[in-house]
């Protein structure tokens, strides 16, 4: 299966990678007090763990529709979608960071981008209190952030542990606290569907993947978003709807539990290719395909990462997705880029999550 060449081939600076590896060489023990600090915090407030969705696998047929969703999907500005949670509003800003080619303005969404107008300096990360919390204290998450050129400019969102925070590290090991988080943002991004299920993303995510999927347009690649926002209770009817067909067991191999899915942050989507056909949706050969290569070299230019990518499996518990794209904002996807780093885990100094605990 044509599955990992291209990813391997485009990976940069292997050298550097496998010294910045070294760097890390984890477990380390800053990393795993704070991973423990962090747990500790999460699971204080962690319910008896539900069965919840795989981050990348489709919704069954019979699972219901979330009720966060709207049927309309046609093109259009990007549409304000009423929640009743409130949360830290995205300040992911461009300044600096501009794509490497043009694209579409995006279409505006309800404005949640004006941040808190701060910059991010001075800077200056303690052991005892980093710059970015639950983030190890010699990571290179916590550099980018300590040189002043990191995104969200809004101090308040420097946190790995907040689902509200682009820098949300979600993993079989990092629940989302609480269980039942609701982005408060959600809008219906003016991308083109490749599923029944409406695209639903945060505002943030939304107007990047509008930018994104335009460049790609332009290159000739139909990106499609096949899935993107789930909500715990979705997940919840989801995953019975798997262990009613195959058991606990197997559902658990490919499937994450509620509460501990990327997609319920509203920064994840699954990826589809609209000239590729459909044989290839969620599967491996996914990576075959022109969309894939295309988010693969371009994808951090508009802030996401593949977050599951080959090789890495043990690592971020998951086989690797091509399909399943995570938005951490330009500064943060373009470091880690650069760095040749393929996890977010190892970015931001953990360890690693291959399995619940
Ligand atoms: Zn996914």
């Given at each position: 299966?044509?599955?990992v ?5 485009r ?18 023990p ?7 600090a ?16 795989d ?5 069954p ?12 999907t046609?093109?259009?500005p ?5 929640s ?5 509003s995205?300040?992911e ?20 981008l ?9 800077i ?21 952030f300590e040189?002043?050129n990191?995104t969200?400019?809004d101090?308040a ?13 979600v ?15 959600l ?7 490749g ?13 990047a ?10 290159d ?5 978003i096949?899935s993107?926002y ?7 009817s ?11 067991a197997?559902?658990?191999t ?5 509460g ?14 609209a000239?590729?056909?459909?044989a ?11 969309a ?15 977050r ?8 971020t ?10 938005y951490?904002g ?9 760095r ?7 970015y ?5 999550a291959?399995?619940?605990?």
């Amino acid at each position: 299966m044509p599955v990992v060449g291209f990813h391997q081939a485009r990976r940069p600076r292997q050298t550097h990678r496998a010294r910045i590896k070294r760097e890390l060489s984890w477990p380390r023990p800053g990393g795993i007090a704070l991973s423990l600090a962090g747990a500790a915090i999460i699971f204080s407030g962690a319910q008896a763990l539900a069965p919840g969705v795989d981050p990348g696998l489709p919704s069954p047929a019979a699972a219901p529709a979330h009720s966060l969703t709207t049927p309309d999907t046609s093109a259009g500005p990007a549409r304000s979608f009423a929640s009743t949670q409130s949360s830290a509003s995205p300040a992911e800003t461009q300044s600096g960071a501009t794509p490497s080619r043009p694209a579409q303005q995006p279409s505006k969404g309800p404005s949640t981008l004006s941040g808190a107008g701060s910059s991010p300096s001075p800077i200056t990360g303690t052991a005892a209190a980093p710059l970015v919390a639950g983030a190890a204290a010699d990571s290179p998450l916590q550099k980018l952030f300590e040189s002043g050129n990191a995104t969200p400019k809004d101090r308040a969102l420097w946190d790995i542990n907040d689902p509200g925070s682009p820098l949300a590290l979600v993993n079989k090991r990092r629940p989302l606290h609480p269980e039942a988080y609701v982005p408060a943002n959600l809008v219906v991004p003016a991308v083109e569907a490749g599923s029944a299920e409406p695209p639903l993303l945060r505002a943030d995510a939304a107007a990047a993947a509008e930018r994104m999927f335009a460049a790609a347009a332009a290159d000739g690649v139909r990106i499609t978003i096949k899935s993107s926002y789930r909500s715990f209770d979705t997940q919840v009817s989801v995953y019975n709807g798997y262990v009613a067909n195959k058991g606990t067991a197997a559902t658990d191999t490919t499937s994450a539990r509620p509460g501990f899915s990327e997609h319920q942050t509203g920064l994840a989507m699954d990826i589809g290719d609209a000239n590729a056909g459909t044989a290839c949706d969620f599967s491996s050969c996914f990576a075959s395909t022109a969309a894939a290569r295309w988010v693969a070299a371009h994808g951090a230019d508009y802030g996401f990462v593949v977050r599951y990518a080959p090789g890495e499996e043990s690592v971020t518990g998951y086989l690797a997705e091509p399909w399943h794209l995570r938005y951490l904002g330009i500064t943060v996807a373009r470091d880690m880029d650069v760095r040749g780093i393929h996890s977010y885990e190892e970015y931001a100094g953990l360890p690693g999550a291959p399995d619940y605990k």
